[in-house]
């Protein structure tokens, strides 16, 4: 009979997982209860007690035109769910954890004059995006469960830290994808920042918005920039790069133009650009997705695939940075309440 028990054993573990495994998925939501259910989980969900913070951060919700305060580490779960994918590498999604808290202790310290009255932060790209449980529940279906509790992990797990640069929170600016370099601050907004430097990502090759394709039409290219194109067939010369590898000027028929310029007329995904004429468009190949300066999210799920945690990270991405709690910080935040 001892040879049954093996048997035995797995057959009691199946019946189990036949009744256990309905508890723990979630299937698409058939029916608003159904939804309803879920959504009061993920308000209680795993982890999320456990965030609570003296400090509120109020963001102005952009759809509804309505602000939504809620405290500080839940604002990061929110920013983390929305700003990168569940299923990167936990160090990398800690790393987003430490760089989104970092993003909004900062701005809460300066304050912002351009917000709605009463709002520390909006829920879009302008600052980070952001997303409630609710609005996770809708965006994640039956995957919601587990994502909400392994980003809250990551929360956790970093709870309380920033990363700062001679005692003060940084700017802590973050992008998809980059070229393989990331780019210093000056080459894209006008102040040069120390801890914002120019440093080598080779794991952003294996991102799948490494490279681009965009084919405009001449006219609208002429259009969108005010040129208009040489009889030569040429498009435009680049006359000088950037230390990141990104296209610093670039001159078509005698007018002069920045690669971040030429990026957001164009709307390409990144200003390390090339292109070439062909019949009546122009086709145009970028490399790298975002303005490329700060921590590349692709390149921090890149590290820690390769086993870096998430400070090997943060240091890397962002120069001579230190990691501190933020309790002093936050409670200069209260004062100014």
């Known amino acids: 009979m001892t040879h049954l028990k093996p048997v035995l054993i797995v057959f009691s573990i199946f019946i189990c997982i036949i009744f256990i495994v309905p508890t723990l998925l979630v299937l698409p939501f058939s029916s608003d209860k159904e939804k309803t259910n879920l959504n009061e989980k993920l308000e209680a969900g795993p982890g999320i007690s456990e965030l609570a913070d003296s400090v509120e951060v109020a963001v102005y919700r952009s759809g509804k035109e309505v602000i939504e305060k809620l405290p500080l580490e839940q604002y990061v779960v929110g920013v983390l769910a929305g700003e990168m994918p569940a299923d990167f590498e936990k160090e990398a999604l800690k790393a987003q954890a430490l760089a989104a808290r970092t993003f909004i202790v900062n701005k809460m310290m300066s304050g912002d004059s351009s917000l709605p009255k009463g709002a520390d932060v909006t829920d879009t790209i302008n600052d980070q995006v952001f997303k409630n449980p609710s609005e996770l529940a809708s965006l994640w279906g039956a995957d919601a469960e587990w994502k909400l509790e392994k980003i809250s992990e990551a929360v956790l797990e970093t709870k309380g830290q920033v990363l700062t640069y001679n005692g003060k929170p940084i700017f802590a600016a973050f992008f998809s994808t980059s070229n393989g370099y990331t780019e210093n601050s000056e080459a894209y907004w006008q102040n040069e920042i120390p801890y914002l430097r120019s440093v080598k990502s080779p794991w952003d090759e294996k991102s799948p918005v490494f490279t681009d394709q965009k084919i405009v039409p001449i006219t609208e290219f002429e259009q969108k920039l005010g040129v208009k194109l040489p009889e030569d067939g040429t498009v435009g010369t680049i006359t000088l790069r950037t230390e990141g590898k990104r296209v610093a000027n670039v001159d078509i028929n005698g007018t002069s133009f920045t690669g971040r310029e030429i990026r957001d007329k164009l709307g390409l995904k990144s200003s390390d650009f090339s292109w070439y004429l062909k ?49 002093k910080l936050l409670q200069k935040v209260t004062a100014q309440r």
């Open 279 to 327: 019949d009546s468009h122009i086709v145009i190949s970028t490399k790298g997705y975002g303005h490329g300066v700060g921590m590349s999210q692709y390149g921090a799920n890149g590290m820690a695939k390769e086993g870096k945690d998430y400070k090997e990270i943060v240091t890397h991405y962002y120069k001579g940075v230190e990691i501190t709690t933020s309790e």
